[in-house]
C-alpha cells in the first residue's frame, strides 16, 4: 500500500478533526441521526453555524 501525502489548510484540517471526533462518539451520531428524523417529519430543528 503506497502512501501519498495531501496539503490542506489548517483551518480545513481542523474541521476534518472535529468531524471525525463526532463521529467516533457514539452518543453524538445517535444524536445526528434522531435530527435526520426529526427533519423528515417536518421537525424544524437548529441550524449550526461553522
Known amino acids: 500500500m503506497d502512501t501519498e501525502t ?3 489548510s489548517k ?3 481542523e474541521l476534518l478533526l472535529e468531524e471525525v471526533g ?3 462518539n457514539p452518543k453524538m451520531v445517535e ?3 434522531e ?3 426529526a427533519k423528515a417529519k417536518g421537525v424544524k430543528t437548529w441550524k ?3
Open 6 to 8: 495531501v496539503c490542506i
Open 11 to 13: 483551518v480545513e484540517y
Open 22 to 24: 463526532i463521529l467516533r
Open 31 to 33: 444524536a445526528v441521526e
Open 35 to 37: 435530527s435526520d428524523k
Open 48 to 50: 449550526l453555524k461553522v
